[in-house]
């Protein structure tokens, strides 16, 4: 499967844990874009990297929340302290140049205890 | 910021049958709408696209026509098969944004043999 990629698919975490997340896009895509979606909800935007400069944040990221793609290739999302809330499916996604179509990954489904 | 409402939630029809799907959205300036399927523990993947310089698009059973006056399209599928059972997402680009997507809630369409 040549799409994008993210590991791992699950993660179980004790409340106050810290929890990385990697994704790797597909090899030529230069734009990445994390999502949280949510039990019955549609995917929410959380932020957008261009290679490697991370462009827009969402005000739902916290400063719990960071993100980084050093190398313009893959990228990874941290959660520090993590809470219940933080509970849901983490997607990312990439896509070629200025075109919109995003490619999914499968998504880190998150549990917070 | 976009607003998109999607309806219905549920969707039940017969196999055979069609199946319409409505969005709204509020902000202008979205040019981008596409429309994304995602199977049960499965990525979302797009299925169609339209941009705002056109107003139907077709591919196969699968349609989607865009009202821009009125800020609502739909997708449309016709002659519904069992493997069409999924959850639809609608979807936007926010302000025109040439990176960021507001997702609709989703709509569950279950097709009955």
């Known amino acids: 499967d040549t799409g994008v990629s993210q590991d791992p698919r699950h993660k179980i975490t004790k409340r106050g844990q810290n929890v990385t997340f990697r994704c790797d896009p597909i090899s030529e895509h230069n734009r990445l874009y994390w999502y949280r979606q949510t039990l019955g909800q549609g995917p929410e935007f959380l932020t957008y990297?261009?290679?490697?400069?991370?462009?827009?944040k969402s005000r739902l990221l916290s400063d719990r929340f960071s993100a980084e793609r050093p190398k313009g290739s893959f990228s990874t999302l941290e959660i520090q302290r993590t809470e219940q809330g933080d509970s849901a499916m983490y997607l990312c996604a990439s896509s070629l140049g200025s075109s919109t179509e995003a490619f999914f990954g499968q998504g880190t489904r998150l549990t917070v205890v | 910021g976009e607003n998109v409402e999607q309806h219905p939630s549920t969707l039940s029809v017969q196999e055979g049958d069609s199946a319409v799907i409505k969005c709204t959205y509020s902000?202008?300036?979205?040019?981008?709408f596409p429309w994304y399927k995602q199977e049960l523990g499965k990525r979302p993947q797009l299925i169609i696209d339209?941009?705002?310089?056109?107003g139907e698009k077709k591919d196969q059973r699968i349609a989607v026509t865009l009202n821009k006056t009125a800020k609502h399209f739909s997708l449309h599928i016709t002659e519904t098969q069992p493997e069409d059972s999924a959850v639809y997402f609608c979807a936007v680009n926010s302000g025109g944004s040439n990176y960021k997507l507001t997702f609709g809630k989703g709509t569950l369409l279950t097709v009955n043999p």
């Open positions: 990297f261009q290679n490697e400069a991370q462009l827009e």
């Open positions: 902000d202008s300036a979205s040019n981008y």
């Open positions: 339209i941009r705002s310089n056109v």
